[in-house]
């Protein structure tokens, strides 16, 4: 029996900050909550949904990753992050990651993604670390990713007393 197709309409959403966006069926479809809000509720046609938990920067970003996805197959969040489903470096997605998302910015997408359920960001940026922790050595991710040494730990520890 085949599966009945759900329309998902349009949606306006309100980030924490105030900007309204609308957006359509094809970016909804990459985030679990948006789509579930547009399934469930007979109000999201008529104003604005708020978005407490997620700024309008980062919301933009989530947009334009889940815009570079919207003409392919829905995404199956994979069980494990075997290399076999570890998407190329040079895949779109990743290359998206890599040039506008800086380092300092990939706790608060990470929690904007995980607030608006996009597992395949999520998975993107995790297979980023991968790859970051894979190519540099112990120092260069310390310093990347603002990772006090040893030394540092004790002086700050003592520097508290």
Same mark, same amino acid.
């Given at each position: 029996?085949?599966?009945?197709?759900?329309?998902?309409?349009?949606?306006?959403?309100?980030?924490?900050?105030?900007?309204?966006?609308?957006?359509?069926?094809?970016?909804?479809?990459?985030?679990?909550?948006?789509?579930?809000?547009?399934?469930?509720?007979?109000?999201?046609?008529?104003? *604005?949904?708020?978005?407490?938990?997620?700024?309008?920067?980062?919301?933009?970003?989530?947009?334009?990753?889940?815009?570079?996805?919207?003409?392919?197959?829905?995404?199956?969040?994979?069980?494990?992050?075997?290399?076999?489903?570890?998407?190329?470096?040079?895949?779109?997605?990743?290359?998206?990651?890599?040039?506008?998302?800086?380092?300092?910015?990939?706790? *608060?997408?990470?929690? *904007? *993604?995980?607030?608006?359920?996009?597992?395949?960001?999520?998975?993107?940026?995790?297979?980023?670390?991968?790859?970051?922790?894979?190519?540099?050595?112990?120092?260069?991710?310390?310093?990347?990713?603002?990772?006090?040494?040893?030394?540092?730990?004790?002086?700050?520890?003592?520097?508290?007393?």
């Amino acid at each position: 029996m085949p599966s009945k197709s759900i329309k998902i309409p349009t949606i306006t959403v309100e980030s924490n900050d105030g900007k309204t966006f609308t957006i359509d069926e094809k970016i909804i479809r990459e985030s679990k909550l948006l789509k579930q809000m547009t399934m469930y509720s007979s109000e999201v046609d008529s104003e *604005a949904v708020p978005l407490n938990h997620v700024d309008s920067k980062m919301f933009q970003l989530i947009v334009d990753f889940s815009t570079l996805f919207k003409d392919v197959p829905d995404y199956i969040k994979p069980t494990d992050f075997e290399d076999s489903v570890r998407p190329k470096e040079t895949d779109v997605g990743m290359i998206f990651i890599k040039d506008n998302i800086p380092d300092e910015l990939i706790p *608060a997408v990470m929690k *904007a *993604a995980n607030c608006l359920e996009v597992d395949r960001l999520m998975d993107y940026i995790v297979y980023h670390i991968i790859n970051i922790l894979n190519e540099n050595e112990d120092d260069e991710i310390r310093e990347r990713f603002m990772i006090p040494d040893e030394y540092e730990r004790e002086t700050l520890r003592l520097g508290k007393k």
